[in-house]
């Protein structure tokens, strides 16, 4: 079983709509969970932290649910700029980050 | 100011030769990692260094090997290279506090194709 599991997609939406989508892990001690994004061609990019009790960076909002260990992003009002492959992150307590393979979204006008 | 660079950009060779990779990064972090992003877009660890230590060592074949001669600086050589290892190679820092890794900065990767 892989550490990070994604759904890889694709999500295609219109501009404006609300796009979610979770990852899960298998490692219950796992203490630090991050969304990345990565664009076509390029290296990723740290998107948000996720933290216990949720949170939200703008039009972005991240859950997670060490009970059922899956974490959820959700994008509100998506615009073209978010069309992006969102990686879910998840550390144990040790030096190394296990990735997931990447959700894919594109936003279409 | 680039944080983490690496060069080359791109880097065509042949089956058979060896090559290297270079990372530098100018954030003062003390750890930097090498990844490899494969046609499959999964991004896999392949080795950390923590102030010019190896930390993380995953099932990498011994011709590659990599070297930090200073906690700025994490290259990666590659001897005898196959078809398989062409991909995108990402170096990577972070300053790492206790519980585990903060942030990690990407360098722009390299992108390997083996003929």
């Known amino acids: 079983r892989k550490e990070v599991e994604q759904d890889p997609g694709p999500f295609n939406v219109p501009e404006g709509a609300t796009v979610a989508f979770n990852c899960t892990y298998s490692n219950s001690a796992s203490q630090s969970f991050f969304w990345y994004r990565q664009d076509c061609r390029k290296e990723p990019k740290l998107l948000m932290s996720v933290y216990s009790s949720g949170n939200e960076d703008g039009r972005f909002t991240a859950q997670l649910n060490r009970a059922s260990q899956y974490i959820s992003l959700l994008i509100r009002d998506s615009k073209l700029s978010d069309s992006a492959t969102y990686l879910c992150v998840v550390n144990g307590n040790d030096y190394k980050l296990s990735f997931g393979a990447g959700t894919t979204v594109t936003v279409r006008a | 100011d680039t944080a983490v660079s690496q060069t080359p950009k791109y880097l065509v060779t042949q089956m058979g030769n060896d090559k290297s990779i270079k990372c530098e990064q100018n954030?003062?972090?003390?750890?930097m990692y090498w990844y490899k992003q494969d046609s499959k877009k999964f991004l896999k660890i392949m080795f950390s260094y923590n102030n010019k230590e190896l930390i993380i060592n995953e099932t990498v074949p011994n011709r590659f090997s990599p070297k930090s001669p200073d906690k700025a600086h994490l290259n990666l050589h590659i001897n005898s290279l196959e078809l398989g290892d062409s991909a995108v190679y990402f170096c990577?820092?972070?300053?790492?506090?206790?519980?585990?890794?903060?942030?990690?900065?990407f360098g722009p990767g390299t992108r390997l194709t083996v003929l």
């Open positions: 990577a820092s972070s300053q790492v506090e206790t519980g585990g890794p903060d942030t990690q900065y």
């Open positions: 954030l003062g972090h003390d750890t």
